[in-house]
């Protein structure tokens, strides 16, 4: 790799693992080296939403595979932790402090009137069960989907409105109040993960750290799967999968593999987004949120390491600015930003340095002395 | 180059007025003689007056009802003039009218005229039974309905009367049934059983919660209960039947506004192989057209563009001239919406052929500015569009309630599809379109003229779109967030039908809407959406390539 990538990692690394949790936990406040818990919180969810990019790029940019359904498994990756900090909420949610709540039901459960906790929410109380449901789920939802898609050849455009539909049926169903997972209210107000208290500054700096550490992992697996024999044969996926299977490769079971993987790298930044963003609900599974996700990887760098990591940081720090300065126009920038990234800029931020250096290139070209008028033609 | 049979125009005016077609009211008696009744009735007061008033309803006068109406809640007035003389008036819209020649006057002084409860009992009686003598079959059906449901047997002798005159087969169900439903309470148990038989026979729903109380009561005879049962499952099995035929109605109806949205995505998706994600803003720009037209022939709008405020005066036009606001609304709402095709087109899609994906992307990203500059002009709020009259009220064909505009929706559907047929096959336009999907490359080689022929194309979807669209305004809501809600089934439908194929978008929009309604009707709406969704996926899963997949030799097909 080349070595300004790779110093830009080790910096960034190092950057966000050690320097900012440090300027956080022993800047002094007001000063500008301190970092405040809010902006360790917001740090935190944008590397969330990079790891998602993540998983959308190595979907989209390398495997040629646009899927709209990585959201979704995001969102279920977060439900699983949330059902867990929902049960462990316990004595202190609203209706037990009430009197209301004998058996420490979670709160919209005693609001829509269950007499008992559900099957299903029972196993969840364990944290370590609910973790591996964390994993699990999404990649059980991404096999089956998977399988079914790869077997019949279905690629390009279909597959992503396909994927589109999984995501809208998975919405709808979720916001149904009797789904038992917390309708269009979600699941919410959550007070304790294994025993630390999540509205402490130093559990969301341990938190942000988590994530961190994620993140780089992440992009370490990336780069070393790109790097064996089977990157190569999901890059050659991107460029022309016909060729691919004539050269006698099961091209069905590398897709599958890497979109369970992707699932469950999206799972995984759910399950960390939950505890610090607090909430979890069925607006996080629309394909809005899934086409966001696409609009930081376009305009980040498809195709590249680092890029949808840029764009996400880039684009959810503009939305911030944006929707409390200009917050009529927010989807307007949005949107424009997007066309101008698909036309202009299809390489994105990650690609902008080389791009300037084709255009510096042409425009010396151009500029270029013409050939003496003598020279014979040879 | 365009050739359209000749009797197409004389077909589209045919479906127009089909669909407007009313029952002919005959004038109402508001003439002379029935003021001199009335006026004798108010004022005479002597032995004959209940009569007097209960005669009243022979006439089956609205005015006649009105001012009885007026009269028992105490809004009837006698002025004394100087002379002596009283005129009796009422009120009307604030002014004060003459009950003699119903003119308007300004009186002296106003003392009500006094009821006693002897006129008032008439008066009950005889509002009672104007309308069962009203002129409009309907509003006679419907009086009689009412009077049959208080189950009470003195009005039998009025029903009876009426059923040896009623001529009008609708009625004289309506008549049959309120005679058995009074009947029901009869003492004599021949009679009671008979009415209860008939009422299975007719098979009469509205007297479905009778019959059940009867079977469980125990006052009835075990005959009678019997009876009752067996009527009741009569009636029952009718229920099915109806409420099948109105599901199967309201999905071919649903069915139809998606047939309109799909076909315009079917042809720039399957003809132009552009996905385009801002197809849904493009039937929100056809049903906002709908809106402002509507306003235009009304009294004016006021927008809000970027702060300042952008004022359309309105023509104020009133009557049927207002009415006819729709009729310009439809080419309106399709010219609006491909326009904005064509600009699209040619700004941003134009450079995106080869790349789907893409496509995909970028005109999501304008289906997101689009949204927002809907929300900034118009408002995020819901615009109010109303039906014209003409497309209000509803068909009813034994029980199944079939609403004009949605007959409206489903024949210009079929007349939209026919048409887009007919382009397709018999325009040279539709030669170059259908020679483009095949082979790009080569047709362009042939002297086509691609670049042309991919914005028409463009404009000829979008603006399917925004007819779809302006036909949405009268079934449902009109905000800036409508585009959303239709897009995921418009490609689910271009989808399963096989792309690049009228017939399959047709026949996946009706089976769409059908199931979709049938779902919901059995289920509640968001499951049944749920589940649709759920089964078309599985659908698409086993057959990729829709239900008339395109045979193609090229592997990338």
Redesign the interface.
Known sequence: MRKPESLIMILGALLLLVVLPLLNAYGTPGSTFHVTDYNINLWGKYLCYGILAISVNLL?GYTGL?SLAQCLFFSLGGYALGMHLMLKIGKLGQYYKAGNNPLELPDFMVFLGYPELPLHWIPFSSFWFSLLMVFLIPGLVAFLFGW??FR???K???F???T???T??AS??F??NKFTFGGNNGLTDFKTLLGADLNAPDVRRNLYIATVLLLIAVVALVKWLLGTKFGKVQKAIRDSE?RVLFSGYATTSFKLFIFVLCAIIAGAAGALYVPQVGIINPSEMT?DKS?EA??WV?IGGRGTLLGPVYGAIFVNALKSWATTAYP?????I??????LA??FA?NGIAGLPQQIRDIAAWIKRRNAPEPAADATPA | MLRLPAFLPSLFWLLFISASLRPFLPAQETGAELRKQLVEAVSIDDDEQPARIEALAGTGSDLAAKVLAAWRGGELFKDKAADGTGTLFYKEAGAAIRLDNGEAFTPTEAKEVETSSKIRKAIKNATDLIAVAAPDPKARADAIGKLGMTQNADYLPVLLARQAKESEASVRKALEEAIAIIQLTDEDDAVCLAAIRKLGELPSMPSTDLLKAMTTSEDESDAAKAEAAKSLRLIEAYAKKVAFAQTLFSGLSAGSVLLVVALGLAITFGLMGV?NMAHGEMMVVGAYTTYLIQNIFGSGVTLSMFGHGLRIPGMNLTGSAYQSYFIFAIPAAFLMAALVGIALERG?IR??YKR???S???T??????L???F??IFGSNNVQVSSPTWLSGSFVISDVAMGYNRVFVISFAMAIVFLTWLLLTRTSLGLFIRAVMQNRMMASCMGVRTERVNMMTFGFGSGLAGLGGAFLSQLGNVGPGLGQTYI?DS??TV?VGGVGNLIGTVCSAIGIGTVDQTLQANTDP??G??IT??S??LF?????GGLFPTRTRS?EG
């Open positions: 989209w646009l079914a898609a019949s050849r279905i390009g455009v279909y992503s409105i396909l589109q539909a999984l809208y049926a709808l169903l916001f149904q016909n394909t086409l696409v609009v376009a009529d126009y927010w989807y307007i949005l949107g424009g930003l997007f066309v698909v036309l299809p | 996905i941003v450079f995106l789907p994906l893409e995909l992307l970028a999501w990203g304008i289906s997101l500015v949204q927002q500059l929300r900034l995921v490609f689910m989808v968001s499951m959406k749920v969704l759920g078309i996926i698409l899963l086993w057959r990729p592997l």
